[in-house]
């Protein structure tokens, strides 16, 4: 039908008759001619309609409407090319024009940048997605699947899907429940991850594997969760950890250059867990700053500030001045989402701050040289334990580099030695800290609280783009894991006795990684929300708004299926 896209003409191409079909992007009006803009996904060509006749039909043309053109390209004069457009020095002499398709109005206007709500755009979401910036995204994200495909297939990884029903565990995220209606009370559950299947392919044999796997969470939302989200999941035999990371910093170099044309530094910069909280106060820190987190218990014990004797840990750090307003601002937020308190000292011509009274000129001076203070300085101070003041100040850091320009573009790095239990003040007894298959580095289980595992997370930009282990290959040792974890022989026989039964016939030793394809693409892209970069994705509450899901179903339905529906208490 057609000859040419709309992104697809060029100089070389005047004199030839083509044909173009496309969205009406703009139609103006000259009199004796008019100029349509039409637009499809590679681009726009302007076309001109000289004629009466064609004139007479453009006029009962609107936006949005999909039209076919016949006609002859030709360059346009020097003074008159769009410089902006990859067809700008040409344009499409129309000979004929039809209407393929009319178009109602569209409910907010189809451009960039976007100025409709967030809702409306949802609710439209197939004309949300003609905008140029959105259709880039698309082609983005298939540019990305392509470059992971090439590159592992290359490595002899296998293409393997694992099933989306599966069994219901207490495990993890809550689930989504899918009702059988051939057993009656019994249900599915979408698979939070392939993390079982596979550990299972390493034990058949598969020796690599890889899939862009579907994975189904129903948890609190925020900009870098959905419930339904892509991973870039894969598992290799007989590997370490040095082997799954220099695969993947390929990998995702790999990514950036083919995307962005980015040549990425590799390998990737390597902190453990411990040395992640100290110097920044997160485990997947933003290491485009030169902002680090210092220990400063010993200086500040020395002062006369009460809260500072008596604490364990004393955390501090160093920041350009902060106004009164700027810190108030930071320790309210310390105290409402960190139950912290903030204290500061302010380094100008004089000492002040809350604190400041009890550091003696000594005691600061002290504290200015530990500090490496040169001009004017705030040190804003966390006292507590290690954890919660490091946590704290680490958010109070991101909170400070918001908007500020960094040193680099693109930081990425891994954190490793990850702990693998923490204690549950609730239920008084040992929880894991991620999932329970991770190989710990010891078999020292006497104090859990210092084991840790064979565990690396991607880190970019402060986003953790994966989460990866060596796996555990042992049932005793994977058995002994969940009963630290706090799972009963009967539950672990229950929700993973064919996982176990399977790691008594010979499983090799294995490990692998799962990476958030939409967070990748969500920074590749420049975007600060994975809603931006999923073609359907649903809102912040997990609602569909074109689809108007999640929604009631028939009584017939639910009868069918042996369900029955109580009102929320």
């Known amino acids: ?41 590679y681009g726009v060509t302007q076309v ?45 002499v129309a000979s004929q024009m039809k209407l393929l398709s009319p178009s109602d109005v569209p409910p907010f206007v189809i451009k960039d940048p976007i100025t409709a709500k967030d809702e409306l755009r949802m609710k439209y979401r197939y004309l949300d997605l003609r905008r140029p910036s959105m259709q880039k995204k698309l082609l983005m994200r298939s540019q990305l699947i392509n470059t992971v495909r090439t590159y592992l297939s290359e490595r002899n990884f296998l293409e393997i899907e694992t099933p989306y029903l599966t069994l219901t565990t207490t495990e993890g995220a809550r689930n989504f429940v899918v009702p059988s209606r051939n057993f009656n009370g019994k249900f599915y559950s979408l698979a939070q991850s392939p993390q079982i299947y596979k ?76 040395n992640a909280m100290e110097k920044y106060g997160s485990d997947k820190p933003d290491a485009r700053f030169d902002v680090y987190i210092s220990d400063v218990t010993d200086i500040a014990k020395k002062s006369e500030f009460r809260i500072f004797k008596e604490a364990k840990f004393i955390k501090a750090i160093t920041v350009p001045p ?33 604190v400041a009274k009890f550091f003696s000129p000594e005691l600061s001076g002290e504290l200015k040289s530990a500090l490496s203070i040169s001009g004017e300085k705030t040190v804003l101070f966390c006292a507590g334990d ?24 693109y930081k990425l790095l ?81 929700e993973f006795g064919f996982f176990l039964s399977a790691l008594t016939y010979g499983a090799p030793p294995h490990g692998g990684i799962a990476i958030g394809l939409d967070r990748l693409l969500m920074i590749l892209s420049g975007e600060n929300s994975i809603q931006e970069v999923i073609p359907f994705p649903k809102t912040l509450t997990g609602t569909g708004l074109m689809e108007n899901v999640p929604s009631e179903i028939e009584d017939e339905k639910l009868k069918e299926l042996g369900i029955s529906i109580t009102q929320n208490r």
């Not at 043309?61 to 006609?71: L, N, P, S």
């Not at 005793?476 to 630290?484: G, N, R, T």
Request: hydrophobic share 35%.
């Open 414 to 494: 891994w954190v490793t030695d990850f702990p693998l239990f923490e204690w549950d003040g609730e239920t008084g007894g040992w929880m894991p800290c991620h999932h329970i298959f991770t190989m710990p580095k010891t078999d020292d289980f006497v104090d859990p609280s210092k084991v840790t595992g064979k565990q690396y997370d991607l880190v970019l930009n402060g986003t953790e783009l994966g989460s990866g282990s060596i796996r555990i290959h042992d049932r005793v040792l994977q058995e002994k894991m969940m009963e630290i974890g706090g799972m009963s022989k009967e539950k672990r026989d229950r």
């Open 386 to 409: 290690w954890k919660r003041s490091l946590e704290t100040l680490g958010a109070v850091r991101n909170k400070i580099l918001v908007g500020e320009t960094p040193k680099e573009q």
């Open 48 to 92: 001109v309609l000289a004629n009466t006749e064609l004139i007479e039909k453009a006029s009962e043309f609107g936006g949005e409407y999909v039209v076919q053109v016949e006609g002859m390209v030709r360059e346009r004069p020097s003074g008159m090319r769009n410089l902006s457009l990859d067809t700008g020095g040409i344009e499409v």
């Open 199 to 274: 550990q299972l392919l390493m034990i058949a044999g598969v020796d690599r594997y890889f899939q862009f796997a579907r994975c189904f969470r129903d948890e609190d939302q925020r900009a870098d969760r959905q419930p339904e989200h892509t991973q870039i999941d894969l598992e290799a035999s007989f590997v370490d950890e040095d082997d799954i990371m220099n695969l993947v910093e390929g990998m995702i170099s790999a990514v950036f250059e083919n995307i962005l044309g980015i040549k990425i530094r590799a390998p990737f910069e390597r902190l453990t867990y411990r």
């Open 322 to 354: 902060l106004t009164r307003k700027n810190i108030d601002e930071l320790s309210e937020f310390a105290l409402k989402y960190y139950n912290s308190k903030i204290s500061y000292l302010s380094f100008r011509e004089t000492l002040s701050g809350n």
């Open 1 to 41: 039908m057609r000859t040419h896209t709309c992104g697809e003409l060029r100089e070389k191409n005047s004199g030839e008759n083509v044909t173009l079909q496309g969205w009406i992007d703009a139609i103006r009006d000259h009199g004796k001619m008019v100029f349509i803009s039409l637009r499809d996904r």
